[in-house]
């Protein structure tokens, strides 16, 4: 098993552009997250996806947008990107259900940098 | 607001010596506590976990300790290894306001294995 395996590993952006990351897993989780992390700060929730079809805001959703695509696939959009997006972008996975009481499956992550 | 925070942004020990991180939270609603470890470059990869109901949970080299009545939590490891060189992070999950679930996280400690 793969695990959860995220695309691109790097990505620059100029300010205003858009892009989508991708993320999928095979481990048959139910549910999927997507969480952005910062210098010196702990990773903060952006959307997750309880089941397939649904999608929930986080902590920090403004200028994102999500799609549960199937049941392994979730991705995440930038419309407009912006220098405050600059963050390196996890995914993660689940077997229970929602947000807390489960562990979690962590991608390698995204590194973003929008100039 | 809640928070989740660590008392040591850095540690560092000798290999062979246990390590103690530490970590405070503030949301008496939270019921569920996980430690990440997050290796340079990587994901964070799920190490223990452990629910309110408990005191004491044991893993292999690793002990986490919750006492509810100082909301502290810490993460012992015996016998500390080069291959333990990471950030950790702890994370809360409680109900919020919201009536959802959410799952918060400290911003990490580094630790630094010695040889």
């Known amino acids: 098993n793969a695990g959860v395996t995220q695309t691109p590993k790097f990505q620059v952006l100029k300010t205003g552009q858009s892009m989508t990351l991708q993320c999928a897993q095979d481990m048959n989780h139910n549910s999927m997250y997507w969480y952005r992390q910062d210098p010196g700060m702990g990773l903060r929730l952006i959307y997750y996806s309880a089941s397939e079809g649904t999608t929930d805001k986080g902590e920090v959703p403004n200028g994102y947008n999500v799609s549960r695509l199937n049941k392994r696939e979730f991705s995440l959009r930038l419309e407009s990107a912006a220098p405050s997006q600059t963050s390196v972008y996890f995914c993660?996975?689940?077997?229970?259900?929602?947000?807390?009481?489960?562990?979690?499956?962590f991608g390698p992550g995204t590194r973003l940098t929008v100039l | 607001g809640e928070s989740v925070g660590l008392h040591l942004p850095t540690l560092s020990v000798q290999e062979g010596d246990n390590s103690i991180i530490n970590c405070a939270y503030s949301n008496s609603a939270s019921d569920y506590f996980i430690w990440y470890k997050q290796e340079s470059g990587k994901g964070p990869q799920f190490i223990i976990d452990?629910?309110?109901?408990?005191d004491k949970r044991q893993g292999q080299r690793v002990t986490v300790l919750l006492n509810k009545t100082v909301k502290h939590l810490s993460l012992q490891i015996a016998a500390t290894q080069p291959g333990d060189s990471a950030v950790y992070f702890c994370a809360e999950s409680g109900l919020m306001d919201t009536g959802r679930r959410a799952l918060t996280f400290g911003s990490g400690t580094r630790l630094q294995v010695q040889p």
């Open positions: 452990i629910r309110s109901n408990m």
């Open positions: 993660a996975s689940s077997e229970a259900p929602g947000v807390g009481y489960n562990e979690q499956f």
